[in-house]
């Protein structure tokens, strides 16, 4: 576009994307029941996301669920790869000592859900306004109610 942006560009639209999160961003109602039902469970758990630390740190923290994610994050920018590729979900899975057969992945998006069959592991789509056609035909099982994840994981 003939624009040629300076060198603080970065960072003033990182800060702008926090002062959005923080005027919008509310946690997903159900997440925090079923986060502390997986960790009671003795389940290990994480988010493996192909965004940058400190962008996962803000937004977890906004939300309040930083607390149940400490030392539980992993960023597409440690692997140097980004989604549909599934290395962040490996390199999760490998930490915890975990094959690719016996993680879960819970994914809203078509990249995520693609990103976790090609890791070999079961995704649930989380599709709360309906619409889980392309993610149940990627091969996901498509759910609507954070709540339910205690449910479908047999914990409930």
Aim: hydrophobic share 45%; charged share 20%; with cysteine.
């Amino acid at each position: 576009f003939g624009v040629i942006l300076d060198d603080g560009w970065h960072d003033r639209y990182r800060q702008a994307c926090d002062k959005a999160f923080e005027k919008y961003l509310k946690p997903i109602r159900g997440s925090r029941i079923a986060v502390e039902a997986v960790a009671e469970a003795g389940i290990s758990y994480c988010v493996a996301s192909s965004g940058p630390p400190k962008k996962m740190a803000v937004t977890l923290g906004i939300t309040g669920l930083m607390p149940l994610f400490e030392d539980r994050l992993f960023s597409g920018w440690d692997v140097q790869q980004s989604k549909p590729d599934p290395a962040i979900f490996l390199m999760a899975a490998e930490k915890f000592g975990a094959g690719p057969a016996n993680c879960i992945v819970i994914e809203d998006s078509v990249v995520g859900v693609t990103e976790g069959i090609a890791a070999g592991m079961k995704v649930l789509g989380y599709a709360p306004g309906g619409g889980g056609e392309k993610l149940t035909a990627l091969g996901a099982h498509v759910f609507t109610h954070m709540e339910d994840i205690p449910l479908l994981l047999g914990l409930a």
